[in-house]
């Protein structure tokens, strides 16, 4: 193998995994403490919301593209072609975007334990809410 087409092929392995961006934040929700005992057996403390995001990034795509589509298209004109196909097709490729979202909800038990249970894509409880937890999990008091 020529070593311009492995180089190429080096690049196109190690360049790809630079092309997206992870980011992640987190809201959290709190209660005041009751003025009275809690009710048996627990209240919601906290809620945390939690985004996760991914970013595609079509300028490293489009960079890592052009250099890999010049040297792919060889000399001369050929070479620019080859550079400005490979930046639009590596620009379209790592463009894109997705998130997540996650809930953890905190319970402080009237006992004073506490445990964190999490929900994907929605809450369905809020701070100061009263819980009790039974075998078919965590519901409303």
């Not at 052009?66 to 790592?94: M, N, Q, R, T, W």
């Not at 953890?104 to 894509?121: A, C, I, K, L």
Request: net charge positive; aromatic share 10%; glycine share 16%.
């Amino acid at each position: 193998m020529k070593p311009i087409k492995l180089f190429t092929l080096m690049l196109i392995f190690t360049g790809a995994a630079g092309c997206v961006t992870t980011s992640t934040t987190s809201t959290t929700w709190t209660a005041q403490p009751p003025a009275a005992e809690w009710a048996r057996p627990g209240r919601v403390d906290w809620v945390r919301e939690v985004v996760e995001r991914q970013e595609g990034n079509p300028v490293g795509g489009a960079i890592a593209g052009a250099i890999i589509g010049g040297l792919i298209g060889g000399h001369g004109p050929a070479a620019v072609v080859g550079a400005v196909g490979g930046a639009a097709v590596g620009a379209a490729a790592s463009s894109g975007y997705s998130e997540s979202r996650s809930y953890e909800v905190f319970v402080r038990y009237d006992d004073g334990g506490y445990q964190t249970f999490v929900w994907s894509g929605y809450s369905p409880f809020r701070p100061g809410e009263f819980v009790v937890l039974t075998p078919r999990g965590l519901m409303r008091r």
